[in-house]
Each structure stands twice: as C-alpha cells, then as structure tokens.
C-alpha cells in the first residue's frame, strides 16, 4: 500500500512538473490601428500550451473606455501562423454592452513566437453573433523589448543634469508599464464587470502604505461600510446577485496622510478576477457595476 502510494505522488509531482515546462508565457504591447486614423493601445497576455492559447488582451488600458477581453487560439509553428480571437468581456469601463462589443480576431504569420520582439498584421472585427463590424491593423512589441527601452530612457533620465534630484526621484520611467496597467478607477468613472456566477466576492485593503484612507462603500444604494478605515489587511465581503446589475460604490472620505484615497478592490468569481485602485479625492466617488450574463 505504502508502495502505491509512493508511486501515486511521484506520478503527480511529475505530472505537475511536465505541465509546467510545456506552458510558456508572452506579453505584448503596442497598438491597433483602425481605418488608418485612430490609434487604440492594446496589450496581450496569453499562456500557450502545445498549440492551444489562452488569455486575455486589453484594449485602451488606462483610458476612458478600458476592456478586458478573454482571448483563445492557437499557435501552429510548422506554419508560423498565429490565431486568436477575444471571445468575453471580463470589464470595461465603457458603457457598451457586449452584444455591441467589437471583438479582435486575428491571424497572421509570426516566426518563431518564443523569439519574436514584434508583430504586426490586418486583424477582422466581430461581434457577438458573427456580424462584421470594423477592421483594422495590429502593432505589437514582445513586453520584453519595451522593458528594455523603457529601461534605458530612464537611465538617461537619472543622469541627465538637466533634471534635479528631487525631479529624478519622482520620475522612473521604467514604472510606467506598472502604472498604465493598474486599471485605475478615478472620478465619477464606472467599471462594467461581467459574470456568469450568482454570487461574487470582494476584497478591499491598502496596496501600499497606510495612510488612513477612510471610504463609505454602497451596495445598490445601501451602505455596507461606512467611515471605513482601510488597511493592508483585506476586507472580504461576498454579495448574492439578485439584480441583472449590481452597483458598488466607493465613496472618500478621507484622504489620510497622503493625498489621493487610493484602495485596492478585487472582484473574483469562478472565471474571472479583477483587480482595481481608486484615485479619489475627498468627497469623489466611484463605482463597479457587476453584470450577470
């Protein structure tokens, strides 16, 4: 029995091991380019597995109308063709709903996935139900290269006497990537989340340091916190869905001893997680509006 068992575990710890080596990661950003005037950032993450990928891409990240998109497709590299399509909104910050969603889908020739630093090509937009809705161009550089030439902007920066060392102290370009990303909820902003689940959980705290950042936050209109102190211990909460869309606002109170109030709020359902930080003043609000499919 002992020897079954033994067995049993070395299987896993292998199975484990193998399906690790064979996931890898890649992250790209850049542009997409739509009827040769508008220019939209987008980035990509996927993990690829064999030929299968999987993950999401992020249209005008940090602008008025960010979305997260779940993405799917694959990679054959006999080929070197590379397919993917977004396929679900996860959020947006714009007041579209997914039946009017634009979704990317691609395909075109990349060589060598694992070392390509850039990519481009003509991508068809679709919605939902197949229709065709605008075309356009991608632009992308691996997350490696734009790291790389971040980098080195930002050490021409530090020394460069054109800039004092207090200027120097507050700008690191290098943090810039981080900062676009954040997905960062401001003033009178709205963050559509979508979910298929009857119930979700959330979780408020400070992501930095404590400053005594104090918030109300209202759930369909009916306080849940009220002159709440956040802190870098998480506050978790769950809610049952009982509406089409549940509205969770954010309201600050205070902006403790460093301006703004910024908490972080995480959604997670059995899909999705999403990750958020408000930029408020005192007497600013902001809110979430969780969605059901």
């Not at 930095?208 to 870098?232: C, Q, S, W």
């Not at 600050?252 to 001893?257: D, F, H, L, Q, R």
């Amino acid at each position: 029995m002992r020897r079954k068992s033994y067995t049993l575990v070395l299987f896993l710890i292998c199975l484990t091991f193998s399906n690790s080596a064979t996931a890898q990661e890649f992250e790209f950003f850049g542009v997409i380019k739509l009827n040769d005037t508008s220019l939209i950032s987008y980035k990509l993450l996927f993990n690829r597995v064999n030929d299968s990928i999987q993950g999401y891409s992020l249209t005008d990240f940090s602008g008025k109308h960010e979305t997260k998109s779940n993405i799917k497709g694959y990679y054959n590299a006999d080929k070197n063709l590379l397919t993917f399509k977004e396929y679900d909104i996860v959020y947006t910050k714009s007041p579209v709903v997914q039946e009017d969603f634009c979704f990317v889908n691609f395909k075109g020739n990349v060589r060598e996935l694992d070392k390509v630093k850039a990519f481009s090509g003509d991508f068809k937009g679709l919605y939902t139900n197949g229709d065709p809705c605008l075309d356009g161009v991608i632009v992308v550089n691996s997350g490696q290269e734009v790291r790389k030439r971040v980098e080195k902007i930002d050490k021409v920066i530090q020394k460069s006497k054109k800039f004092s060392d207090s200027v120097k102290q507050n700008i690191k370009v290098a943090r810039v990537l981080d900062t676009l990303t954040r997905n960062i909820i401001a003033k009178n902003e709205n963050l559509n989340i979508f979910t298929r689940d009857q119930n979700i959980k959330l979780a408020i705290y400070d992501a930095g340091k404590e400053d005594g950042d104090i918030i109300n936050l209202f759930v369909d209109e009916k306080p849940v916190l009220e002159n709440f102190t956040v802190t870098r211990a998480k506050k978790h909460m769950e809610f049952k869905l009982s509406k089409p869309a549940t509205v969770i606002r954010v309201e600050a109170i205070s902006e403790g001893t460093s301006s703004p109030n910024t908490v972080r709020l995480e959604v997670i359902d059995t899909r999705n997680f999403v990750r958020t930080i408000t930029n408020l003043k005192a007497g600013e609000k902001a809110e979430m509006t969780i969605i059901k499919k």
